[in-house]
C-alpha cells in the first residue's frame, strides 16, 4: 500500500521478503495487483517461522541484465535500508506495510 493506503498495482508479480534479524531464515511472498501477499518459507504455504523480521521489496528484474523500472524509494530494496519491521507470531498473522513510491527526478 501507498502512505495513503491504497495499492500499488504496479508491484504486481514482484516479491516482498522477510528475512529474520537474528537468524539465516528468509521467507518470501509474491506481490499481487491489490497489494496482498501470501509468505512462505520453503513452499507455498507453508508460512513465515515466528520471530522478527527486517522486510524488503527487491526491485523486480525483467530478465537477468534488466531491473524493472523503480517504483518505490530505493530504501525499501535493501534489508539493511528498509525500515520495514514484522514480528510474527506463532498463530495467523496479517501485515499491511505502507511504503513511499519513487520521486519523480530521484533515481
Not at 508491484?11 to 509468505?39: K, P, Y
Not at 508460512?47 to 522478527?52: C, D, K, L, S
Not at 506463532?90 to 520521486?103: A, D, G, L, S
Amino acid at each position: 500500500m501507498d502512505k495513503q493506503g491504497r495499492p500499488i498495482p504496479e508491484l504486481e508479480g514482484w516479491q516482498i521478503v522477510f528475512s529474520l534479524e537474528d537468524g539465516i531464515t528468509s521467507s518470501e511472498g509474491e506481490i499481487r495487483a491489490d497489494g496482498t501477499f501470501e509468505a512462505f518459507t520453503f513452499r507455498p504455504r507453508d508460512g513465515v517461522p515466528p520471530g522478527t523480521y527486517r522486510v524488503y521489496i527487491p526491485r523486480r528484474y525483467l530478465d537477468p541484465e534488466r531491473a524493472a523500472p523503480p517504483v518505490l524509494d530505493p530504501m525499501y530494496e535493501h534489508p539493511e535500508t528498509s525500515p520495514l519491521r514484522a514480528t510474527v507470531e506463532p498463530k495467523p498473522n496479517y501485515f499491511e506495510f505502507q511504503v513511499e513510491r519513487i520521486r519523480l527526478g530521484r533515481r
